[in-house]
């Protein structure tokens, strides 16, 4: 997962930073939100998964958020980066590939489900947004790390030997 961090700040360009992820890095990014405004204008972001919008008020330094629709001026380029995200998530799902050539609605389950198993296969970086100064975005951040990054558990049991006897043992993360 990346953050682009400091969409308050002057020059903050989100498809800027998507494109030099794809050049400098040779990465895959995939946005999973955009940014509402920008500069001295950033208010939130918009969760293209869920396809949502979420703004922060400064008074909560971000701990207050507010859902709501996806403003107006915003829902061209919205759809734009959804139908992307959706085309790239496709790839890591058949169920997803069948529903989005076929034009059908898509749940944000199922596209959290597309977008980990890209994660888990080191093909594709979910991207998001915020101001982490003011706490813009930090909240939704710390979901996605919980939604497609890996977890212990995805690792399976770990080979290792029993201190006092030397006998071969395994560990698994769900053990206590």
Do not use: W
């Not at 498809?15 to 895959?28: F, G, I, Y």
């Not at 706490?135 to 006092?164: C, F, N, T, W």
């Amino acid at each position: 997962i990346s953050f682009v961090n400091k969409m308050d700040r002057v020059g903050a360009d989100f498809p800027n930073v998507l494109r030099m992820m794809e050049e400098k890095l040779a990465a895959h990014p995939v946005a999973v939100q955009l940014p509402i405004g920008k500069e001295d204008t950033f208010a939130g972001v918009i969760d293209l998964v869920r396809e949502k919008a979420y703004t922060f008020t400064d008074e909560s330094q971000g701990a207050e958020i507010v859902e709501g629709a996806i403003p107006e001026q915003y829902r061209d380029e919205a759809s734009r980066f959804r139908a992307t995200l959706l085309e790239t998530a496709a790839d890591f799902d058949d169920e997803l590939m069948h529903k989005v050539l076929g034009e059908e609605s898509v749940d944000a389950a199922l596209i959290t489900k597309a977008l980990r198993a890209g994660v888990l296969k080191n093909a594709i970086s979910p991207v998001l947004c915020g101001a982490s100064f003011r706490h813009k975005g930090v909240q939704p951040l710390m979901d996605a790390i919980v939604e497609y990054l890996p977890s212990p558990l995805d690792r399976g049991e770990i080979p290792g030997s029993d201190p006092g006897s030397g006998e071969p043992v395994a560990r698994s993360a769900k053990d206590g």
